[in-house]
């Protein structure tokens, strides 16, 4: 079945580190988009890709970085500078024109 | 100004009542209009996308109004499964930008 795969579910670090998020997605789509969500809040745009070995930073993309160096794959970097980590990241993609977002499952991200 | 913003809710309800909400978005140049449903801990999940004409789906209607720049969902006949937070997201349309902004969210809940 076509879809987009986050992993892991749920992710626990210590402080300090960097953490790297994976996201892939077999469903030949252009775009793919990395999302924050906060306890409470909408979703707020970190990085997004429309093709490879090209990004685009979001709202909130200082403390994180991202590379798109195949069509399937988006990780996200979450990095020692990211003041606020702890949150439940979401990584979608799309396809050209008018079409919707398709998410993963997400992944829960805790820094303590 | 935020770029999308949602009435904030929550909307609590009783089982077969209809319940409307309103998006605004601040680009008059965007062209994409969704509305997505979001379980509590789980990814938002399309409802529908919102054409021009206006579409519905069953119990939910969505409507664009390009000149006041808003969409809206309508929801008839409310059952307690509708309960979940309903967000809006825009493509912000600027040529070339595959961007996609979401509102903050409403959320609603249905009673016996």
């Known amino acids: 079945d076509g879809g987009i795969t986050q992993s892991p579910k749920y992710l626990f670090r210590k402080e300090g580190q960097n953490v790297t998020l994976s996201c892939e997605q077999n469903?030949?789509?252009?775009?793919m988009y990395w999302y924050r969500q906060d306890p409470g809040q909408g979703l707020r745009l970190i990085y997004y890709?429309?093709?490879?070995?090209?990004?685009q930073k979001g709202d909130i993309a200082e403390g994180y970085s991202v590379s798109r160096e195949k069509k399937e794959s988006f990780p996200l970097t979450v990095t020692s500078a990211q003041k606020n980590p702890t949150a439940f990241y979401l990584c979608a993609s799309r396809d050209r024109g008018h079409s919707p977002l398709h998410f993963g499952n997400g992944t829960r991200l805790t820094v303590t | 100004r935020k770029e999308v913003e949602q009435d904030p809710g929550p909307f609590n309800v009783p089982e077969g009542a209809t319940v409307a909400f309103n998006c605004t978005y601040s680009n008059s140049a965007s062209q994409s209009f969704f509305w997505y449903r979001q379980d509590c801990r789980k990814e938002p999940k399309l409802l529908m996308s919102?054409?021009?004409s206006g579409n519905e789906d069953g119990r939910f209607t969505a409507q664009l109004n390009r000149a006041s720049q808003y969409i809206s969902l309508l929801i008839r006949d409310s059952k307690l499964s509708d309960s979940a937070t309903y967000l809006c997201v825009v493509n912000r349309g600027i040529s070339g930008n595959n961007d996609m902004r979401f509102g903050a969210g409403t959320r609603l809940t249905v009673k016996p």
């Open positions: 890709s429309q093709i490879v070995n090209d990004f």
């Open positions: 469903l030949n789509h252009d775009a």
């Open positions: 919102v054409y021009s």
